[in-house]
């Protein structure tokens, strides 16, 4: 979740967490008013994402990227008194992802790989200045955008692909130990080597 100021993570000047960094993770969370028709068109995007996920493809090439999400909030929910649930006026979207690297470079990523797919998402909220050229995104992006009060990384100086391939290498070595159980010295030396060469993209 995209929620965040990581109690151990860096620093400003004046000695407070810096708000939305956990390591080398990052976190955004940009909250947008969405005109009376995204309240239509919204949903029916959200649902073409998930019938063809093959679409955000090229955003899921970008190893940088460890998620992101678009939501579409009508409710304002009930917390305890004294908040009471609250109808808003405007449908909001909110979107919120976890990255490694910059801020500015996350955003050029994104308006210049999945160009197509800002102007789909962004396209109903009020104030959208389409993705390219970056500047007026970024200044719209930073308007929009809020400090999270909690963030937490599981894996803060890990990429996606670092953990993808971590999980597939361990996946390649349980079934390598399985496989060389009862097997003698020798043949083990035969098998671990092929094993490394196997897996060498993964190292």
Known sequence: MSIGTAPDGPVT??????PNVDG????ITVFSTVKWWGGLWLPLVFRGARL??????????????????????????????PQQQ????????????????????YIDAFSRILTSGMKIFWASSYGFPQPLPTAP????I????IDASHFWSAYPD??????????????????????????SPDQFALAWSAFLTDVQEFL
């Open 24 to 27: 080398q993770a990052i976190a």
């Open 86 to 105: 609250e109808r808003l006026a405007y449908p909001h979207l909110f979107f919120e992802s976890n990255f490694n690297g910059g801020w500015e470079e």
């Open 142 to 145: 930073r308007q929009n955008e």
């Open 13 to 18: 000047a004046t000695g407070t967490a810096k």
């Open 137 to 140: 995104f970024k200044d719209y």
């Open 158 to 183: 890990a990429t996606t692909t670092m953990v993808r391939d971590a999980l597939t290498l361990a996946a390649r070595l349980a079934d390598l130990r399985e496989r060389t159980a009862n097997t």
């Open 52 to 81: 063809f996920p093959f679409a955000l493809g090229p955003l899921k090439k970008l190893s940088f990227i460890h998620f992101a999400r678009w939501t579409l909030i009508r409710d304002i929910p009930y917390n305890g008194p």
